[in-house]
């Protein structure tokens, strides 16, 4: 106990001062520390949206938000967060238009007043008057070039983007387009008319309250446009039967919205997105478009490989083999279809002893094995296994070289 | 005459002049706040000086004021210092008035339901000045309490304070202990995250063992079978009304016993089987007023200063995810004042350890100045109550660290070391993996392989060889299966390991050293492991972590890895589905025309069965912007 009363005192009203600094202290970086936090767990309500997201909705939507085939649309997406593509050219134009309708009325004024019988000019002021006319006219000439010059780049961007359209970014195209359309009228009509998709569905609120309640609620299956969409989304939140909580509804929300690039979406992106609402007239599939293959034709394609030096690698080839075309899921240990191992062997020593083939180098041999595998099938094995269209649909000839590549090192 | 229709200050003035009139006014204001000490009086207390008006005025306020009523106007000098008290007692009453405040300020912002809790939480955070601090200093004074009390009765133990004429005042003394054990508790649940769902869950799961009644408590505590809306309601109103009346009932009691029987003085300052605590002699009296009032305002604020500089610089109350009843968090502990029954629970059966054992601990502690009636306070005379009381100092300190997850609990290796380089922050704490600065996540893929190559060899080399090693027996493909399984997209799936940059991300580096580390660790259960990290660009300001571990897989048994006569581990053999070939070497069809096969141990060049190889893997999110404490 310290000893005398004063000295007491004097530690405690240190003390009680102190504190009333500290927490002085502290109260005025409260509004910097709750600002931060309110950051920070922005932050971590995105990584916590992000783990629900690739557990619940990358099924559907894509892992990137990329939509996934005739299912789910994409969410990575300009045309959701209201990116219009040709919105700069749009402005420059109507504010030019503006400019012109100001300038023309001036010019009216000076034309007025120019032929105002009661009350005509002197002479000084006619000439005045009509070196302003001419001023005005330079500027009117002016903003019809700057017009001029937006449309056309308006209509290179629209251009470029009925790729995107073909590819079903605007799942609604079909019903706001007439049958003799032209294509660039009718986008310029689809953005100025329905912008964004929130405009398109009728959405009064923000993109998050659309978010929310699609999350909440689900929404109902549009075959038309969603042909693999399964009845539709499901309702997520408890509010509605589903699974989530409201704050998890809330973290995927932010993790959605955290995808909008804001004024940085370009036209890339546009076209980046992986969203198909329907399959095209002829029912195919539209998408990034393939190169060439190789065909079926053996001959053409070692003349095609000796022109543009085509020369298959090994290690690539490898590769194929076994992931993209699957060859080993039959030809392994030689029970459904000739072992891959040794096949060159083979080739050289007995298939090319064969009367049939006479004249044929191994490479030969090994591509019209794999582009018309129906022409002959190795003794022991069924014909007609093997698919037909490895040459015609599948394999391009870089892919085709790679795979015979990667079969003459198998000996 | 009056100027007004009764006697006034105007009169006074009137009669005695202005100044005069004010001083006698305030003299005789201060004299009747004070029950009984005018202005001259408080003077000389506060100077230090002797009372000079008879009879002293410094006792009135005791004798007649309601606030003092219950304090004693005298000390003896043998008690006011450090020992033997260790002012344990005062600060427990101390951490009732603060965490009385501290807790009414947080009801302001607080709703008791599962949908509202955990939001509360966010804006005591986020958009309530002083919030944090507020929070801060409940939860932290709720932890100092819990321990002030408890080395309270250890105190009172250790010189035999407890005994004659004192034991009932032992005995409230150990009621006020578990209610300040249950009212931690009970706040524990509040905040609605997950330490807190898990942490209660357990505890409250303990009553269940009781017998007959055992389901009726939990029931009743709970309200539901599972915490929910009604168990939150529950707690809270224990914690902030029944609790906490029952606190304040017994703090009466326990309080009134000690002046009764007057403050214990050190055992050797009196003789054997005397109590003499309330004859104190003139000289050793210290008065309340000024001596000890000035001692405790002075504490008062020392210990509110103290407590205000480790909750702005040195402690954050926790706050995990929101509380989720279908995610059960590894490595899920009680409140560390309750450890020490869930380490008890390991030792065996639930109803002998979690109910018997506590009650007969608690049952033993009350009847303790019962049972110990040896009259001496002495040290010298008390070696056995002394050991005993040591013992259950070890005792406790030893159960409680068999309470901790890490004690006896069997979790696979490889979720252990992932989840130790991953978790999320609890208890200021953080797994390594989370604190990689942000721009040294670079996206690629990497390897422990790196760290396990010998002299002479680079890091590139390693990694190059490593990679053409995993290519060849299939263990990157099936990495990146296990990769896109976890939903991570396709074309992000790395096609090769790299190098770690190390001058670009040290922290990576270190990272993966003590992934590496961990590993190694673990020989007998993860033969032939590698760790792997691949980390992707998601979004913007968003990294995706995925933690891979990749080993031969071995026999594990009863949580123990089953080894053979030589003590290593038996593996389980990779197999593969083979046709089974009649005796001319066709394939035997099945009534469908399929062929049949038969499970058959994969075999190396050299005929050797080759082990299954296990793939683990787990995934996390990194943020830019998110920070958990700072």
């Known amino acids: ?150 449309i056309a780049v308006r209509q290179a961007i629209l251009g470029s983007l009925s790729t995107a359209v073909e590819k079903g970014l605007f799942p609604l195209w ?87 690039k804001g004024d940085n979406w370009t036209l890339e992106d546009f076209l980046a997105v992986e969203q198909y609402g329907k399959p095209l007239s002829d029912g195919s599939i539209p998408g990034v478009p393939q190169p060439d293959p190789a065909g079926d034709n053996p001959e053409m394609i070692l003349a095609r490989w000796a022109e543009e030096e085509i020369v298959g690698s090994a290690g690539n080839g490898a590769v194929l083999y076994d992931t993209k075309f699957g060859c080993t899921s039959c030809h392994r240990d030689g029970a459904s279809a000739p072992d891959t191992i040794g096949t060159w062997t083979r080739v050289l020593n007995e298939r090319l002893t064969q009367p049939q083939f006479a004249g044929y180098t191994g490479e030969r041999y090994l591509i019209e094995s794999i582009v018309l595998p129906a022409v002959y099938a190795v003794d022991s094995y069924s014909s007609g296994v093997m698919p037909a269209d490895f040459g015609t649909r599948q394999m391009t000839d870089q892919q085709l070289a790679d795979v015979v590549a990667f079969l003459k090192t198998q000996e | 005459m ?40 408080v003077r000389e207390a506060l100077r230090g000086d002797t009372a000079t008006r008879r009879p002293n005025p410094r006792l009135t306020p005791h004798a007649d004021g309601f606030w003092l009523h219950m304090r004693p106007s005298y000390f003896n000098r043998d008690v006011t210092g450090m020992y033997p008290s260790f002012r344990l007692g005062w600060l427990s009453s101390y951490f009732v008035f603060f965490e ?99 942490a209660v869950t357990i505890g409250a799961s303990m009553a269940e063992a009781t017998p007959v009644v055992g389901d009726q408590v939990n029931l009743l505590l709970r309200g539901a079978p599972e915490l929910g809306a009604n168990g939150l309601l529950r707690f809270y109103l224990l914690h902030v009304l029944a609790l906490p009346a029952l606190l304040f009932v017994f703090f009466g009691v326990h309080y009134y016993k000690v002046i009764i029987h007057g403050y214990s003085l050190p ?46 610089w040195f402690y954050h109350a926790p706050l995990e995810n929101h509380a ?3 995610v059960t968090p590894l490595g899920t502990t009680a409140p560390w004042y309750f450890l020490w029954i869930q380490g008890a629970l390991k030792l065996g059966d639930k109803f002998i350890w979690g109910v018997a054992f506590p009650s007969v601990a608690l049952g033993g502690l009350a009847m303790l100045p019962y049972l110990d009636v ?63 600065p942000f721009d040294q996540m670079i996206a690629g893929a990497y390897s422990t392989a790196q760290f396990h190559g010998h002299e002479g060899l680079s890091a590139a080399d390693i990694i190059t060889e490593f990679n053409g090693e995993t290519a060849a027996n299939g263990q990157f493909q099936q990495m990146v299966d296990e990769l896109k399984f976890q939903k991570l997209s396709a074309n992000q799936a790395p096609l090769r390991f790299r190098t770690i940059p190390e001058m670009e991300a040290p922290v990576l580096l270190r990272v993966m050293e003590e992934f590496n580390h961990h590993l190694e660790e673990a020989p007998t259960e993860l033969p032939n492991v590698w760790g792997a990290l691949v980390i992707t660009d998601n979004q913007r300001g968003l990294k995706r972590l995925d933690w891979i571990v990749s080993w031969d ?76 404490f700072d």
């Not at chain 1, 559907?60 to 700069?88: I, K, M, S, T, W």
């Not at chain 2, 009169?11 to 706040?33: C, Q, Y």
């Not at chain 2, 409940?138 to 035999?160: K, N, Y």
């Not at chain 2, 089953?562 to 046709?579: I, M, Q, R, S």
């Open chain 1, 1 to 150: 106990m310290i000893k005398s009363v004063e000295s007491r005192i004097l530690t405690g009203i240190v003390m009680f001062v102190a504190i009333m600094i500290l927490v002085g202290w502290v109260a005025i970086n409260e509004e910097a520390r709750m600002q931060a936090f309110v950051y920070q767990h922005t932050g971590r309500s995105i990584e916590r949206g992000a783990e629900l997201y690739a557990s619940l909705c990358a099924e559907c939507h894509g892992e990137q938000g990329y939509g996934a085939l005739l299912r789910a649309p994409g969410l990575n997406n300009p045309h959701f967060f209201g990116y219009d593509p040709v919105g700069e050219q749009t402005a420059a134009i109507a504010n030019a238009n503006r400019t012109l309708v100001r300038l023309s009325d001036d010019s009216n004024d000076l034309f007025e007043e120019l032929t105002n019988a009661a009350n005509p000019p002197s002479d000084e002021r006619q000439n005045q008057i009509q070196a302003e006319m001419e001023a005005i006219q330079a500027q009117i000439d002016d903003q019809r070039s700057i017009i001029a010059q937006a």
């Open chain 1, 174 to 260: 079909d019903t706001i387009t007439d049958s003799d359309r032209t294509a660039f009228n009718e986008i310029e009509v689809f953005f100025n008319n329905n912008g964004a998709r929130l405009a398109q569905v009728g959405w009064a609120g923000d993109l998050r309250g659309y978010v929310v309640t699609t999350l909440i609620h689900g929404r109902p299956g549009s075959l038309n446009i969603w042909p693999n969409s399964n009845g539709g989304m499901v309702a997520w939140s408890q509010l509605a039967g589903g699974a989530l909580r409201q704050d998890q509804i809330e973290d995927l929300a932010t993790y959605i919205l955290n995808w909008d």
């Open chain 2, 2 to 41: 009056s100027i007004l229709p009764f006697p006034s200050f105007l009169d006074d003035v009137k009669e005695k002049g202005f100044k005069k009139a004010i001083f006698e006014g305030i003299d005789d204001s201060v004299e009747r706040l004070t029950a009984g000490m005018n202005v001259q009086d």
């Open chain 2, 100 to 198: 009385t405040i501290t807790g009414i300020l947080l009801m302001l912002w607080y709703t008791p339901s599962p949908e509202i809790a955990y939001g509360d939480m966010l804006t005591i955070l986020s958009n309530v000045p002083l919030g944090q601090l507020m929070r801060d200093m409940h939860r932290l004074g709720a932890e100092f309490m819990v321990a002030v009390v408890a080395l309270h009765m250890m105190r009172t133990w250790i010189t035999g304070s407890y005994k004659k004429p004192r034991q009932f005042t032992w005995f409230t003394g150990l009621l006020l202990l578990v209610i300040t054990g249950f009212l931690s508790f009970s706040g524990y649940l509040l905040p609605w995250d997950q330490l807190s769902l898990w």
């Open chain 2, 267 to 312: 055992p050797q300052k009196e003789n054997i089987g005397e109590d003499t605590a309330k004859r104190v002699p003139l000289d050793k009296r210290v008065y309340f007023i000024p001596d000890i009032l000035t001692n405790e305002l002075m504490w008062l604020g020392a210990t509110t200063f103290i407590i205000t500089v480790l909750c702005i």
């Open chain 2, 324 to 326: 989720d009843p279908q």
């Open chain 2, 374 to 436: 040896t009259p001496s306070r002495r040290f010298a005379h008390r070696r056995f109550m002394l050991t005993i009381a040591m013992l259950l100092v070890s005792a406790t300190t030893i159960l409680s660290y068999m309470g901790l997850a890490k004690f006896a609990v069997k979790t696979s290796a490889e979720t252990e070391i992932v989840h130790e380089l991953t978790f999320e922050p609890a208890h200021s704490k953080v797994g390594i993996g989370r604190t990689i």
């Open chain 2, 553 to 628: 897989t071995v026999v594990i048994e009863g949580g123990d890895v089953k080894l053979d006569d030589d003590g290593n581990p038996l593996f389980v053999y990779a197999t593969e589905a083979v046709a089974i070939l009649d005796d001319e070497g066709n394939p035997v069809l099945d009534d469908n025309g399929e062929p049949l096969t038969q499970e058959q141990q994969v075999l190396d060049a050299e005929g050797n069965p080759v082990p299954a190889r296990r793939i683990f893997s787990d995934h996390l999110f990194i943020h830019e912007a998110s920070a958990y």
